[in-house]
């Protein structure tokens, strides 16, 4: 396995794995469409997309950090392949943005999720984010009922 940063090959799987793990819990809201519909804006902007990709280039899992327009950042999508699930792709994405984070000196990463999703929600408490309120306001899911972050 091995992690690469954004390259436009990959788009197209990293929309199809978010829009599939989407699916299976949720549904696909206009904020999700509105933010896989426009990714290179975020990478303009200094975001990234790390992807986990295995020995014959197939994308296991992605991460995308990116710049809110209040200024905060935030890991928006990150999707794992069910079939790569278990391997330590989702852990090793996540990994690769928060050392972006960290080189970039950006003071804090946040993060909503959903309580559902258990195996993600340890993932970020494995990693240090602390839960703080959700701001309905700021974050828009319908399925966003719980939220993280993590300072430097």
């Known amino acids: ?3 690469v940063g954004y390259d436009a090959k990959f788009k197209n799987d990293f929309i199809r794995l978010n829009l599939a793990w989407i699916s299976l819990m ?24 790390f992807f ?20 905060d950042w935030e ?5 794992t392949d ?4 278990g391997f330590g792709a989702g852990s090793a994405c996540l990994k690769a943005c928060i050392d972006y984070a960290k080189s970039l ?5 946040l993060i909503v999720s959903n309580t559902d999703c258990t195996s993600a929600v340890h993932l970020y408490q494995k990693f240090g984010f602390k839960q703080i309120p959700v701001d309905k306001k700021k974050f828009p899911f319908e399925r966003a009922n719980i ?4 300072k430097f």
Do not use: Q
């Open 52 to 71: 986990a990709l295995d020995d014959d280039e197939s994308v296991m899992s992605c991460c995308m950090i990116a710049p809110r327009d209040d200024g």
């Open 1 to 3: 396995m091995k992690i």
């Open 26 to 49: 949720f549904k696909v809201e206009d904020e999700d469409i509105k933010e896989l519909e426009n990714i290179e804006p975020y990478i303009k902007n200094g975001g990234n997309i």
């Open 147 to 150: 939220a993280f972050e993590l």
């Open 75 to 79: 890991i928006m999508k990150f999707a």
């Open 82 to 85: 069910d079939k790569y699930k």
């Open 105 to 109: 000196k950006i003071g804090k990463i």
